[in-house]
C-alpha cells in the first residue's frame, strides 16, 4: 500500500471545494415544504438550497477569489446536478469518462458553467425581511414578496489539475458546456492563457476555436482568466488553477541512454473475485507493466540482455497514482513535488547525508550487476470493466505475478543465463509475491511440470502486513462520516480506496457502520484461524482472503514458498518502542527542513491526533463552519471518542438542515492492542489528512486551523510483518530474537529497527544487511537489547577474576572469547581458567594490556548477539600508570568519531586530554607523524590497514558488517593505541 497508502492520497475531508449534503431526507424536506408556494419564479428548475454549498456558488462570482480548478469545476457541477434534483447537467462521474485520456500528455479540456438557479427568499432571523413564513413544517408566501431568489454563475476551469509538457493544448467542445442560463446568454468567451494575450473561444452559440496551444517557458501554476460578454451587453470574468510541469531535453525518458525497457504482461492464469461480490461475475486475467533497467558491465556501459533478474513490486495504490519514475507520473491532479515514485521509494541516505537511489545500486557490478525489474499493477479494462490494478484482489495479481516468472525464466534460459530470480515485495507486493510463489510451487507438486518451478533463490518481504494493516479507525470514521455528507472526495476515497478488495483484504480495523453513537463492531479486530488464532472474526473479505492465502502452497507452508530462502525486513521496532523519527514541524504538515528530523512517539491512547477548525468571516465576526476531529483508538476493553464531523450550512439556513454534528465512540475488544501505536512501520495518515485539507480550502471558508496534530501512527506492526505462527499475544511487547530457535515465524532470518521507521523506507544499515543477503552471505538477527557482562575493568597481572553474563533466552551454551593483541615477545596472555559454555567464566589477567571480553549465546538453531566488556590489566595492584607503557603515553588519547558507526567515514583523531601537556615536548606522536592503522575484528581476523602522515585520519569507503571491532593506531616508535568501534 502506498506508504497506504504511498499513494494513498487522502484526498480527502473537503478538499478543493468538496462537499454538500445529498440526502435524500433533505430533499424531501425542503419540497415539501414548498406545496403550499406559487412558484411560478421558480424558473430555473434548480434549487440551490437542497444541498449544502461548499462550493460557495451564490457568491462565487462576488467573492474576492473568485477562482476555480478542477476539483471546484466538479463540485460545483456536482452541487447543480443535485439541486435540480437531477434533471439537469451531468453527473460527475459520467462527465469524468469524457475527460481525455491522461496518456495523452499535455492535453487538457476546459468546462464552462453559466447557469441560473434559485435560493429561497427566507431569513431564519427576520422573516419579515424575506419573502417566506415558517408554519409548522410548511412555507407560506408573505404577499407582494417573492418566495425566490434568482442567482447567477459563470465559471470555467481546467479540468485537470496538474499537466506537464512542452507545448500545453486547451480543448473546448460542447461536452463540456453547461449553459442553462436564462437570462444571461453567452454572446462570447475570450480566454487568458497567463500569457497576456486574449484568445477568441465562443461566439453566437459555436465554439470559434475548439483548440489552443500554449508554450510555457517556466513551470508552476497558470492562472486563466474567462471573459464572457452577455446579450444584455454586460460582461464578467472569472479564473482558474492549473499547475504546468514544463518539459525540457533533460527531463525526458531514454531508454537507450537510460538503459531501460518498457513492457507488459497480460496474465495467462485468471482468478474471479469472492462470490459476493457483485462487481465480479467471471474470472478476469490480470495484467503488469514493468521497467527493465538493465544491469552496468565492468565499464559502467549498460548490457541489454536480462541476465541477472531482480524483480521489486509495487503496493497499494489505487488508482495507480504511483509510477515507476516521477517522469511518468500523468496524474492530472498530483504534482511531482506530491508524487512519490517506486524509484523515490527505493532509496536511503548515508551517514554523509548523501542520497543513493537502490535501483542504481543494484546495478552495478560491484553490487551483483542486477537487471532491476519494477513491476506495477496498472488500471485496465477487461470488456466492458475497468480494474484498478493497485487495489485489486491480491490473488489475481498474485497469479498475474505467476504467469509473469514463468515467462522471465524462460527469457533468461533462452539468453544462456542460469541464474535464478530474487523477488523483492514491499508492503502489498510481499502479500501478491507470497501468493504468487506458492501458487507456483503448488502448481508444480500437482503437475509436475517444470514450467511452475519458480527458480527464485531469495525471497524478500519488506514491512508486509502477513497478519493484517492498519489505517486509523479515526480516520475512516471521519472519511465515512464526510461521504455521509456528500463530500465528492471523500465518497471517492471510501468507495475507491477504503471499499477496494485489497483494502477489505488486509485491514485488521475496518469501519461498516455505526449504530446510535457507537460504531458496529462485526468488522473490527479481524483474525482468522488460519493465521493462528482461535476463532474467526471481521469482515468477510478479510477471512477469505488470509484462508485463501494460507491454503495456498505446499502442504503445512501456511502459504509461504518452501523451495528458496525467505527473509524479512520490518520497519516497526522490536524493542517494544513506540519512537520514531518525525520529519514534520511539531504544529504543522509541513516537513521540518531546517532542524530535519526530530524524536517523536506514536500518539496515546484515546488521544486527539487531529483537530481542524474551519473558519468562516461574515461581516467581521468569525463563524465556526466545520470542525474534523479525530483520536486514537482506546486501549484493549477500553471505550472512547473515535471521531467527530461537523460543518454549519452557512447561508440560507432551513432550520432542520442547519449543521451535521457527529460523535462517533468505538470499544476496542483487540487483545493485541491499540492498532494505531503498537510498534510497526508508520505512515503520517494525520499529516496527509491536515495537508490536503488545508491546501484546498472550500472556498465556503475564509481559512482551516489545524489546531491539534499526532502526525504518524502505526501501518503495519511488527508482529505483522514478521508473520508470527502464534501471534495472538499483545503486540505492543518487546519481542525476544536472542535466538529464534521456536520456529516462531516462517522466515529464516530478518532484519528490524530499534525505533520504528516509515513504511518500506530504509537505511543505510538495512540496505547493507539486505546486500550481503543478496551477496550470499547469511545475516544474523539484530539484537538491541544485549546483556552486559559484568566484572572487574581494572585489573593486574596474575590476578584472578569472574566474568558474568545473564541467562539468554532460549541459549543452551555461551561461548566466550578473550581479544588481547600483543605486539612483545615476551607476554603473560589471559586465559579462560573455567567456565567456558556457562554464564560465568573465571579469568586469569595477562601482562598490562587494553581488551575485550566477549561472549555469545548459542543453541541448536544458531548464534545470537555479541556482548561484550571493555578491560585492561596493570603490572601489580595500584599500579595505574599502565605500567611497562610510556608514562607520557596516556596523555594522549585516541578518538573514533562517528562511533558507533555504519560502515562510512571514520575520523580517527589523537589528541592531548588537555591543552597543556607536561609531557608535549617529549611526546612519541611528535617525534615522526607516521601512524599504521589496523581494523580487527572480534576474531582477530584483520579487515583494514593504511598508513597515514597525520594525528587526524579520515578513513573513507569503509564497509564492514555489524559488530564488534578493534582499531590499532601505532606510531613511528612504535608507540600503540587501541580503540572499541562498534558498526550497527
Same mark, same amino acid.
Given at each position: 500500500m502506498k506508504r497506504l497508502l504511498l499513494s494513498m492520497c487522502f484526498s480527502i475531508l473537503l478538499t478543493q471545494v468538496h462537499a454538500q449534503k445529498e440526502s435524500q431526507e433533505s430533499k424531501i424536506s425542503i419540497d415539501s415544504m414548498l406545496v403550499n408556494i406559487d412558484k411560478s419564479t421558480f424558473t430555473s428548475g434548480i434549487l440551490y438550497d437542497r444541498v449544502t454549498d461548499w462550493a460557495a456558488l451564490a457568491s462565487f462570482n462576488d467573492d474576492a477569489k473568485n477562482v476555480s480548478n478542477s476539483k471546484h469545476f466538479e463540485q460545483a457541477l456536482h452541487e447543480l446536478y443535485k439541486a435540480s434534483n437531477q434533471q439537469k447537467f451531468? /453527473?460527475?462521474?459520467?462527465?469524468?469518462? *469524457?475527460? %481525455?485520456?491522461?496518456?495523452?500528455?499535455?492535453?487538457?479540456?476546459?468546462?464552462?458553467?453559466?447557469?441560473?438557479?434559485?435560493?429561497?427568499? /427566507?431569513?431564519? !432571523?427576520?422573516?419579515?425581511?424575506?419573502?417566506?413564513?415558517?408554519?409548522?413544517?410548511?412555507? !407560506?408566501?408573505?404577499?407582494?414578496?417573492?418566495?425566490?431568489?434568482?442567482?447567477?454563475?459563470?465559471?470555467?476551469?481546467?479540468?485537470?489539475?496538474?499537466?506537464k509538457g512542452q507545448t500545453i493544448t486547451y480543448k473546448f467542445n460542447d461536452s463540456f458546456l453547461f449553459d442553462v442560463a436564462t437570462t444571461k446568454k453567452i454572446v462570447s468567451l475570450t480566454v487568458d492563457f497567463d500569457t497576456n494575450k486574449k484568445y477568441a473561444i465562443y461566439k453566437n452559440g459555436v465554439f470559434t476555436t475548439k483548440t489552443i496551444q500554449i508554450d510555457y517557458t517556466k513551470s508552476g501554476y497558470k492562472t486563466l482568466?474567462?471573459?464572457?460578454?452577455?446579450?444584455?451587453?454586460?460582461?464578467?470574468?472569472?479564473?482558474? *488553477?492549473?499547475?504546468?510541469?514544463?518539459?525540457?531535453?533533460?527531463?525526458?525518458?531514454?531508454?537507450i541512454v537510460d538503459g531501460t525497457k518498457d513492457s507488459i504482461h497480460?496474465?495467462?492464469?485468471?482468478?474471479?473475485? +469472492?462470490?459476493?461480490?457483485?462487481? !465480479? %461475475?467471471?474470472?478476469? /486475467?490480470?495484467?503488469?507493466? +514493468?521497467?527493465?533497467?538493465?544491469?552496468?558491465?565492468?565499464n559502467g556501459a549498460y548490457e541489454r540482455r536480462l541476465l541477472k533478474p531482480i524483480v521489486i513490486i509495487d503496493g497499494f495504490d489505487p488508482g495507480d497514482l504511483r509510477k515507476i519514475q516521477d517522469v511518468d507520473n500523468n496524474n492530472p491532479n498530483i504534482s511531482d513535488e506530491d508524487h512519490d515514485s517506486i524509484e523515490e521509494m527505493m532509496e536511503y541516505v548515508d551517514s554523509e547525508n548523501r542520497r543513493h537511489y537502490i535501483i542504481e545500486e543494484l546495478r552495478k557490478p560491484e553490487n551483483g550487476g542486477y537487471d532491476v525489474i519494477i513491476i506495477n499493477h496498472p488500471n485496465y479494462t477487461r470488456g466492458a470493466k475497468t480494474i484498478n490494478g493497485g487495489a485489486d484482489y491480491i490473488e489475481r495479481n498474485g497469479r498475474a505475478h505467476a504467469s509473469f516468472y514463468k515467462e522471465l525464466n524462460a527469457t533468461i534460459l533462452a539468453n544462456g543465463s542460469s541464474e535464478e530470480l530474487v523477488i523483492v515485495g514491499p508492503s502489498m507486493g510481499g502479500q501478491v509475491s507470497r501468493y504468487a510463489l506458492a501458487y507456483m510451487e503448488q502448481k508444480y507438486e500437482e503437475t509436475n511440470d517444470v514450467q511452475w518451478q519458480h527458480h527464485v533463490r531469495l525471497w524478500v518481504s519488506i514491512d508486509s502486513p502477513h497478519l493484517g494493516a492498519n489505517v486509523p479507525l479515526g480516520t475512516q470514521s471521519l472519511l465515512n462520516m464526510a461521504a455521509e455528507t456528500g463530500v465528492v472526495e471523500a465518497i471517492g476515497f471510501v468507495e475507491g480506496l477504503?471499499?477496494?478488495?485489497?483494502?477489505?483484504?488486509? $485491514?485488521?480495523?475496518?469501519?461498516?457502520?455505526?449504530?446510535?453513537?457507537?460504531?458496529?463492531?462485526?468488522?473490527?479486530?479481524?483474525? %482468522?484461524?488460519?493465521?493462528?488464532?482461535?476463532?474467526?472474526?471481521?469482515?468477510?473479505?478479510?477471512?477469505?482472503?488470509y484462508d485463501n492465502l494460507y491454503a495456498n502452497g505446499l502442504d503445512n507452508s501456511r502459504g509461504y514458498p518452501q523451495n528458496l530462502r525467505k527473509i524479512a525486513i520490518a520497519n516497526g521496532s522490536i524493542t517494544g518502542s513506540k519512537k520514531y523519527k518525525n520529519p514534520f514541524k511539531s504544529n504543522w504538515y509541513t516537513l521540518n527542513e531546517n532542524n530535519g528530523l526530530r524524536d517523536d512517539t506514536y500518539p496515546d491512547s484515546k488521544e486527539k491526533v487531529l483537530d481542524?477548525?474551519?473558519?468562516?468571516?461574515?461581516?467581521?465576526?468569525?463563524?465556526?463552519?466545520?470542525?474534523?476531529?479525530?483520536?486514537?483508538? =482506546?486501549?484493549?476493553?477500553?471505550?472512547?471518542?473515535?471521531?467527530?464531523?461537523?460543518?454549519?450550512?452557512?447561508?440560507?439556513?432551513?432550520?432542520?438542515?442547519?449543521?451535521?454534528?457527529?460523535?462517533?465512540?468505538?470499544?476496542?475488544?483487540?487483545?493485541?492492542?491499540?492498532?494505531?501505536?503498537?510498534?510497526?512501520?508508520?505512515?503520517?495518515?494525520?499529516?496527509?489528512?491536515?495537508?490536503?485539507?488545508?491546501?484546498?480550502?472550500?472556498?465556503?471558508?475564509?481559512?482551516?486551523?489545524?489546531?491539534?496534530?499526532?502526525?504518524?501512527?502505526?501501518?503495519?506492526?511488527?508482529?505483522?510483518?514478521?508473520?508470527?505462527?502464534? =501471534?495472538?499475544?499483545?503486540?505492543?511487547? =518487546?519481542?525476544?530474537?536472542?535466538? $529464534?530457535c521456536d520456529d516462531e515465524i516462517p522466515f529464516d532470518t530478518f532484519f528490524a529497527p530499534k525505533d520504528n521507521e516509515r513504511h518500506t523506507s530504509f537505511t543505510e544499515t538495512s540496505v547493507n544487511w539486505l546486500f550481503e543477503e543478496l551477496a550470499g552471505? !547469511?545475516?544474523?538477527?539484530?539484537?538491541?537489547?544485549? @546483556?552486559?557482562?559484568?566484572?572487574?575493568?581494572?585489573?593486574?597481572?596474575?590476578?584472578?577474576?569472574?566474568?558474568?553474563?545473564?541467562?539468554?533466552? *532460549?541459549?543452551t551454551s555461551y561461548t566466550w572469547d578473550l581479544d588481547f593483541n600483543y605486539n612483545t615477545i615476551n607476554y603473560t596472555p589471559w586465559s579462560i581458567i573455567s567456565g567456558q559454555g556457562t554464564t560465568s567464566i573465571t579469568v586469569s589477567a595477562g601482562s598490562p594490556i587494553i581488551g575485550y571480553i566477549s561472549c555469545r549465546p548459542k543453541n541448536s538453531c544458531g548464534t545470537g548477539q555479541l556482548s561484550y566488556k571493555a578491560v585492561r590489566s596493570y603490572n601489580s595492584v595500584g599500579d595505574g600508570d599502565g605500567g611497562d607503557d610510556d608514562p607520557c603515553d596516556n596523555n594522549y588519547k585516541l578518538s573514533i568519531s @562517528?562511533?558507533?558507526?555504519?560502515?562510512?567515514?571514520?575520523?580517527?583523531?589523537?589528541?592531548?586530554?588537555? @591543552?597543556?601537556?607536561?609531557?608535549?615536548?617529549?611526546?612519541?606522536?611528535?617525534?615522526?607523524?607516521?601512524?599504521?592503522?589496523?581494523?580487527?575484528?572480534?576474531?582477530?581476523?584483520? *579487515?583494514?590497514?593504511?598508513?597515514?602522515?597525520?594525528?587526524?585520519?579520515?578513513?573513507?569507503?569503509?564497509?564492514l558488517k555489524m559488530g564488534v571491532y578493534v582499531v590499532h593506531l601505532t606510531t613511528a616508535n612504535g608507540v600503540k593505541k587501541e580503540k572499541k568501534l562498534m558498526i550497527e
Open positions: 451531468i /453527473y460527475y462521474k459520467d462527465l469524468r469518462k *469524457k475527460y %481525455t485520456k491522461n496518456k495523452q500528455q499535455g492535453v487538457v479540456d476546459i468546462g464552462i458553467l453559466n447557469a441560473s438557479f434559485h435560493q429561497l427568499n /427566507y431569513n431564519q !432571523e427576520n422573516e419579515s425581511k424575506g419573502g417566506l413564513l415558517k408554519k409548522g413544517a410548511k412555507f !407560506e408566501s408573505i404577499k407582494g414578496k417573492s418566495p425566490f431568489v434568482e442567482k447567477h454563475l459563470f465559471l470555467v476551469s481546467p479540468l485537470r489539475g496538474y499537466i482568466a474567462s471573459t464572457v460578454v452577455y446579450a444584455d451587453s454586460t460582461q464578467q470574468t472569472t479564473k482558474a *488553477k492549473l499547475h504546468v510541469k514544463v518539459l525540457d531535453a533533460t527531463m525526458m525518458r531514454d531508454p497480460d496474465s495467462t492464469i485468471a482468478f474471479q473475485g +469472492y462470490s459476493y461480490d457483485e462487481n !465480479e %461475475t467471471t474470472p478476469i /486475467y490480470g495484467k503488469l507493466e +514493468y521497467r527493465i533497467f538493465y544491469h552496468k558491465d565492468s477504503l471499499g477496494s478488495p485489497a483494502a477489505k483484504q488486509q $485491514l485488521i480495523e475496518q469501519y461498516n457502520g455505526y449504530s446510535g453513537s457507537n460504531l458496529k463492531q462485526d468488522h473490527l479486530n479481524a483474525k %482468522t484461524i488460519s493465521q493462528g488464532y482461535s476463532e474467526n472474526r471481521g469482515s468477510q473479505f478479510f477471512i477469505d482472503f481542524i477548525t474551519g473558519v468562516k468571516v461574515v461581516l467581521g465576526p468569525r463563524i465556526i463552519g466545520a470542525r474534523l476531529h479525530s483520536y486514537a483508538m =482506546p486501549e484493549f476493553s477500553g471505550s472512547g471518542l473515535l471521531a467527530r464531523f461537523y460543518k454549519l450550512k452557512l447561508a440560507w439556513a432551513i432550520p432542520i438542515v442547519s449543521t451535521y454534528d457527529k460523535h462517533l465512540f468505538v470499544t476496542n475488544n483487540n487483545s493485541r492492542g491499540n492498532m494505531d501505536n503498537v510498534s510497526g512501520g508508520w505512515f503520517a495518515t494525520q499529516q496527509q489528512v491536515a495537508k490536503t485539507t488545508i491546501e484546498n480550502m472550500p472556498s465556503v471558508l475564509s481559512w482551516y486551523e489545524l489546531r491539534k496534530i499526532s502526525h504518524a501512527n502505526s501501518f503495519i506492526a511488527t508482529p505483522s510483518s514478521l508473520g508470527f505462527k502464534n =501471534p495472538d499475544f499483545k503486540w505492543g511487547e =518487546p519481542i525476544d530474537t536472542n535466538l $529464534l552471505n !547469511e545475516q544474523s538477527i539484530p539484537n538491541y537489547t544485549n @546483556p552486559t557482562i559484568t566484572g572487574d575493568p581494572e585489573v593486574y597481572t596474575g590476578q584472578t577474576v569472574t566474568y558474568t553474563i545473564p541467562k539468554v533466552a *532460549k541459549a @562517528p562511533n558507533p558507526n555504519k560502515g562510512g567515514v571514520l575520523t580517527l583523531t589523537l589528541a592531548p586530554d588537555y @591543552p597543556t601537556d607536561p609531557c608535549d615536548d617529549i611526546n612519541p606522536f611528535k617525534q615522526q607523524i607516521k601512524n599504521t592503522v589496523e581494523i580487527y575484528d572480534i576474531y582477530g581476523s584483520k *579487515k583494514y590497514s593504511g598508513i597515514y602522515n597525520s594525528n587526524e585520519i579520515f578513513i573513507t569507503g569503509l564497509r
